[in-house]
């Protein structure tokens, strides 16, 4: 009997030996362990360091760079440097990391680098590349600092009176080149066009800007008309004086 004991003692012993022998480090349940060799979970397969078959969760936790606490994933360069980050944060971007790629501070989901030249930041449905979200909290959905370079643009009007063809409906008051010309000589600019002043304080709407060259470019086609009427009976009148002088 003493000897079954004595077997299954050192059997017990062994595997334990044995299953010690996985990691390095000490014997205990508070300090650090290490393992050379590929760890897998829930599957057979040894190809990456960790090999994970099904969901893992991420606890809250204190770091030196993030107080409070929070569920964090850490990418670090081959120096053990930290280099980008996924997770909860409610410090500054980019403390304590040199190039957090994906990170979350006061409601916002930031991607791309520690200044927000660099990054994109997504908030309250609304989406800044290169800036901050609060500079332009205007209403607008998209704001994209130093430009958007693409092959095609595409703007809905919502309603047919959001185009400029009401300048050829036979009621529209069409104002005298007289008027325009006075207009032009107090003020600069064309009407209900913006001062460069205004343009550069405010923008402009693409939209609202091409109805508005629009409209410009039909009335002037109404002028053009009008001119080529005048220039006809122009015309007949002068034929008429030189068939009376024969």
């Known amino acids: 009997m003493k000897n079954k004991i004595f077997t299954i003692a050192l059997t017990l012993m062994g595997s334990s030996f044995l299953f010690a022998q996985q990691w390095t480090g000490a014997n205990n349940t508070t300090s650090n362990i290490s393992r050379t060799g590929n760890v897998s979970i ?53 403390s304590g990391l040199s190039n957090p790629s994906i990170s979350y501070l006061a409601n916002s989901l930031y991607i791309g680098s520690a200044s927000h030249e660099n990054t994109l930041v997504i908030t309250d449905g609304k989406i800044s ?46 104002m005298p080149l007289a008027e325009v010309e006075q207009f032009i000589k107090q003020n600069g600019h064309l009407p209900e066009v913006p001062t460069t002043e205004q343009a550069i304080a405010n923008g402009i709407e693409l939209k609202e800007m091409n109805i508005l060259l629009l409209k ?13 009427k005048e220039l006809e009976e122009l015309k007949a009148q002068v034929g008429d004086l030189l068939k009376s002088k024969k």
């Open 42 to 94: 829930g599957t057979s397969n040894t190809t990456d360091k960790l090999n994970l078959n099904g969901s893992f969760g991420i606890a809250a936790s204190y770091g030196s760079e993030f107080n409070p606490p929070i569920k964090k994933v850490i990418f670090y360069d081959s120096n053990s440097n930290p280099v980008h980050f996924i997770g909860t944060r409610t410090n500054t971007i980019g």
């Open 129 to 174: 590349i290169g800036t901050n979200v609060s500079f332009h909290s205007d209403g607008y959905r998209l704001y994209v600092k130093d430009g958007i370079r693409t092959e095609k643009i595409k703007v809905d009007i919502a309603a047919n009176n959001g185009w400029a063809d009401y300048v050829f409906e036979p009621d529209y008051n069409l």
């Open 216 to 228: 410009k470019v039909e009335e002037l086609t109404l002028y053009s008309i009008q001119q080529q």
